[in-house]
């Protein structure tokens, strides 16, 4: 069993930060690609970023310069750093990680976090 646990959301104010963790536990033999998405209201899930094993990364354009990835592969954690937060960045946010479970490569699935909110708000 494999289970990504997202912490760090909440309410901010417009200009404000927040940094959310992920944090990966279970049979994991390795963690391939690690990411992060949301989900506004009444829109489609969409990319935010994602980060390769080797730290390759690339954003969605709405978040570039203001957003940050990056993951700490010896506690098996990504974080996103969040800066300049606007109204338009609030939804929840889930993480996901492609995740090899045995020595095995097809033994490799791709798994979600239960999602944290952020609400970016004056």
């Known amino acids: 069993q494999v289970q990504l646990v997202e912490s760090g959301g909440g309410l901010v104010q417009p200009g404000g930060s927040l940094r959310l963790s992920c944090v990966a536990s279970?049979?994991?033999?390795?963690?391939?690609?690690m990411g992060w998405y949301r989900q506004a209201p009444g829109k489609e899930r969409e990319l935010v970023v994602v980060i390769t094993s080797g730290g390759s990364t690339n954003y969605a354009d709405s978040v570039k310069d203001r957003f940050t990835i990056s993951r700490d592969n010896a506690k098996n954690t990504v974080y996103l750093q969040m800066s300049s937060l606007t109204p338009e960045d609030t939804a929840v946010y889930y993480c996901?990680?492609?995740?090899?479970?045995?020595?095995?490569?097809?033994?490799?699935?791709?798994?979600w976090g239960q999602g944290t909110q952020v609400t970016v708000s004056s």
């Open positions: 996901n990680a492609n995740i090899q479970r045995t020595w095995i490569r097809s033994s490799s699935d791709d798994y």
């Open positions: 279970g049979t994991i033999f390795r963690i391939n690609g």
